[in-house]
C-alpha cells in the first residue's frame, strides 16, 4: 500500500499531491501563509491551469497570503511562464501558480517563485519548508489585511513583448503558416489561439482549447498521446503541430508528416536555432539527450550537465551565463532572454521563425539533428528500498563513467542508462539512449528488469 508519504511530495518546484486526500484547502493556505511570512508581505502574484481543483486550490491560497499581510494579484487561468514573467515585471515579492504541470487530473500542486519569478533555489527551499514545520507565519492584523487586485490582459502582453523581441514576427506573419495545435483544454488554451493565429498570423487548426472542459488526453504531451494532432496536420497539411501540457511550460510538435518529434529533439530544435545566432554555452539535465553535446560541438560550445529539474537547470545556467538550457525529457525550452523558465511560447516562435528563415519544413529540419534511440519508462517502487535498487543497478550494469547526482546515470561510449525517482510521483524514472534501437532496446530491458 502506498504510504502517505509516497502521495504528497514537497521537492524542487513545490508541492504537490493528490486533492482530498493529501493535498487539501488547509494544508495549501497554510503553506502559502508560510510562503507569505517568507517573502515578507507586499505583492504576490497568483495563478492556476484548469484543473476542477484548482479554483478550490486557488481561494485556500489567497487566504493564506492575505492572512500573513500580502496583497493578492489574482492573474486567473494562465500559464506558468506568463505568471513567471509577471512576477519578475512588475516587481512583485513572489508568485505562486496553482497546477500540478503534466501530472494526471487528480492532483493539484502549488509552484513557488521567487521574486524573480524563478522556482526557488535550495536554500530558499529549505528555509520556507523550515519556517512552514514550525508553523511560524505571520497574522496580520485587521488593520494590516491587504486586498486582492485582478489582471489578466497586462501579464499576457509582458509574456508576449519578450518572446517577439527575439524572432522576425514579419516575416512570420508573411509565410501564413497553417499550423495545428493541442491545447489539452489547460491554461494556454486561450492564450496559445491569441499567440498563434492573431499574433503570428498563421492558420490555426486547433482542438482541445476549451479550459472549461476536462484533458481530453494524458496531460503530459508525450509523441504516443498526440494521435489526434498527427491526423489533424496530415487531414489538413498543416507546416506544424503543437501540443502543451496543463500549464503552458512544455511543447511537443508533430512535424508536416504527421510523426511526433521526440520531446528531446524539440530542445534540440531550439539549441541549434540559438546557438547558430548567438555567443554562449547551454545546460541541460541529466536526462537530456547527447544530441545537444553533438549540436554544441558543432558550434564549439561547452554543455553542462544537473539533476532534473526546472529550478537545477536555472540555478547552473545563471551561474555559467548560459545562452540556452532545458530538460529534453519533457519539451522543457529556457531561454534567458525572455526569461529563466520552460516556455512553450519561445519555443513555438523559434520553431516558426527558423522555418521562416531556412524554408526547411519541420521533417527537414529533424532529420538534421544527431540520431539517437531513446525509450523511457516508470515503475512504481517499494518506499525504503531505493537505495539498494540503485546500488544494484551499478553492480549488474557495470559502465565505465558513473554519474550520481540524480539517482544514477550509468554511461558507456555507444548510450547511457538514467535510473532516478520522480520529483513529482511515487515512481522510478527510467530513461535509456543509443546510437541504435537493438542498444537501446537491450539497456532499458535490463534497467527495467533491475528496477
Given at each position: ?54 479554483e478550490?486550490i ?7 497570503l492575505?492572512a ?33 504541470s ?32 514550525q ?14 487586485s ?27 503558416f497553417?499550423?495545428?495545435l ?30 472549461a ?13 498526440l ?6 496536420v ?10 502543451q501540457d ?20 524539440v ?19 541529466l ?60 519555443g ?16 527537414e ?19 525504503g528500498r ?16 558513473v ?9 558507456w ?13 511515487p ?17 532499458f530491458?535490463?534497467a527495467?528488469?533491475?528496477v
Open positions: 500500500m502506498r504510504t502517505r508519504e509516497h502521495r504528497l511530495k514537497i521537492g524542487v518546484s513545490g508541492i504537490r499531491g493528490v486533492v482530498g486526500e493529501f493535498l487539501t484547502p488547509a494544508l495549501a493556505g497554510n503553506f502559502a501563509q508560510a510562503f507569505g511570512t517568507y517573502v515578507g508581505g507586499g505583492r504576490v502574484v497568483v495563478g492556476r491551469d484548469t484543473r476542477p481543483s484548482g478550490m486557488q481561494h485556500a491560497v489567497c487566504c493564506g492575505l500573513a499581510g500580502c496583497e493578492v494579484v489574482d492573474v486567473g487561468v494562465l500559464p506558468t511562464p506568463t505568471i513567471q514573467v509577471y512576477v519578475d515585471a512588475i516587481g512583485a515579492r513572489g508568485g505562486i501558480a496553482v497546477t500540478a503534466h501530472n494526471p487530473p487528480e492532483y493539484n500542486a502549488l509552484k513557488l517563485f521567487n521574486r524573480d519569478g524563478l522556482f526557488f533555489n535550495h536554500y530558499e527551499r529549505s528555509e520556507l519548508i523550515d519556517l512552514y514545520h508553523s511560524e507565519f505571520r497574522h496580520a492584523l485587521n488593520a494590516e489585511i491587504r486586498g486582492i485582478r489582471q489578466v490582459e497586462e501579464p499576457v502582453r509582458f509574456h508576449f513583448e519578450r518572446v517577439l523581441r527575439h524572432v522576425d514576427v514579419e516575416r512570420i506573419r508573411r509565410r501564413r497553417r499550423v495545428a493541442d491545447g489539452v483544454n489547460g491554461a494556454g488554451s486561450v492564450v496559445s489561439v491569441r499567440f498563434l493565429r492573431d499574433v503570428l498570423g498563421c492558420e490555426l487548426h486547433a482542438i482541445s482549447v476549451d479550459p472542459k476536462p484533458f481530453p488526453r494524458e496531460a503530459e504531451p508525450r509523441p504516443e498521446v494521435g489526434e494532432l498527427a491526423g489533424i496530415r487531414d489538413r497539411q498543416c507546416d506544424v503541430g503543437f501540443a496543463p500549464d503552458g511550460d512544455r511543447l511537443a510538435i508533430v512535424d508536416n508528416t504527421g510523426r511526433a518529434i521526440d520531446n528531446d529533439d530542445l534540440a530544435l531550439a539549441v541549434d536555432a540559438v546557438l547558430s545566432r548567438l555567443p554562449g554555452d547551454v545546460v541541460v539535465n536526462t537530456t539527450s547527447a544530441a545537444i553535446d553533438d549540436l554544441a560541438a558543432r558550434h564549439g560550445r561547452r554543455v553542462f550537465h544537473t539533476p532534473v529539474g526546472e529550478a537545477n537547470v536555472v540555478q547552473r545556467m545563471r551561474a555559467v551565463e548560459a545562452v540556452i538550457g532545458g530538460e529534453g525529457s519533457n519539451g522543457g525550452i529556457i531561454f534567458p532572454r525572455v526569461h529563466y523558465c520552460r516556455d512553450s511560447y519561445t513555438m516562435a523559434f520553431l516558426l521563425d527558423r522555418m521562416a528563415e531556412t524554408g526547411q519544413t519541420t521533417a529540419l529533424a532529420a538534421a539533428l544527431p540520431q539517437y534511440y531513446r525509450h523511457s519508462g516508470k515503475v512504481a517502487f517499494e518506499h531505493l537505495g539498494q535498487v540503485m546500488q544494484q543497478l551499478e553492480r549488474s550494469m557495470a559502465a565505465p563513467v554519474d550520481r547526482a540524480d539517482g544514477v546515470k550509468l554511461i561510449p555507444d548510450g547511457w542508462v538514467h535510473v532516478r525517482a520522480s520529483n513529482t510521483e515512481l522510478v524514472r527510467i530513461a535509456v539512449e543509443a546510437r541504435t534501437r537493438q542498444r537501446a532496446d537491450s539497456l530491458a535490463t527495467r528488469k533491475l
